[in-house]
């Protein structure tokens, strides 16, 4: 079955390390996004991509870095200028239209 | 501004009773989505409703119907007959314009926590 798998599902970091979180489809989608999400709230845009070798900032893009190298990956590496990295993190891919969108399980980041 | 509120934080519902959580949103777009999602305590993102912009007719799915009201921008989601499974939280989302290629995130509303009683 397609879907997206995020890897892996609680991840624990030392303060001052980067940590990468995977992120797999095989839906075809050109489109990939990631999320953050803190306790009780929404989901906030971090990055996303359109297409292969491009990605754009979200809303909150800073601290985090992401590459497209191939259309069905989309890692994000929290990098140490992330001051508050505790969060659950969300990936989800769709159509260039936008149809079709797909959220993964999600990642649960710690800072210890 | 907010783009999408969510004004109930936290709402219970007597099982087998219907129950609706307000969404309003806030766009110049003329095309758009909304979207309504169910997030247990597991995490994951459950797909529950898609109403666009041109849509004439309100979305159903199962017991899940979206109250669309295109001229007082809401879209407030009715879950009929509601069971113990619906316990979680519950976002709306937007999605503004649809054209390839030019970014289709969605924004996403606070939540409203739906706990279901025995």
């Known amino acids: 079955d397609g879907g997206i798998t995020q890897s892996p599902k609680y991840l624990f970091r030392k303060e001052g390390q980067n940590v990468t979180l995977s992120c797999e489809q095989n839906l075809n989608h050109d489109a990939m996004y990631w999320y953050r999400q803190d306790p009780g709230q929404g989901l906030r845009l971090i990055y996303y991509s359109q297409i292969v070798n491009d990605f754009q900032k979200g809303d909150i893009a800073e601290g985090y870095s992401v590459s497209r190298e191939k259309k069905e990956s989309f890692p994000l590496t929290v990098t140490s200028a992330q001051k508050n990295p505790t969060a659950f993190y969300l990936c989800?891919?769709?159509?260039?239209?936008?149809?079709?969108?797909?959220f993964g399980s999600g990642t649960r980041l710690t800072v210890v | 501004a907010q783009k999408i509120t969510q004004t109930q934080p936290g709402m219970f519902v007597q099982e087998k009773e219907a129950v609706t959580l307000d969404c309003t949103y806030d766009t110049s777009d003329q095309s758009y989505g909304l979207f309504w999602y169910k997030q247990p305590s597991s995490g994951e993102m459950i797909f529950l409703i898609y109403q666009g912009s041109y849509d004439e007719q309100n979305a159903t799915e199962g017991r899940y119907s979206l109250n669309f009201q295109k001229a007082r921008k809401s879209a407030n989601l009715v879950i009929s007959a509601s069971q113990l499974g619906d316990s979680a939280m519950y976002f709306c989302?937007?999605?503004?314009?649809?054209?390839?290629?030019?970014?289709?995130?969605?924004?996403f509303g606070g939540g409203t926590r739906l706990m279901v009683k025995p």
């Open positions: 989302a937007m999605r503004e314009g649809r054209r390839r290629n030019a970014g289709n995130m969605l924004t």
């Open positions: 989800a891919s769709s159509t260039p239209t936008g149809e079709g969108y797909t």
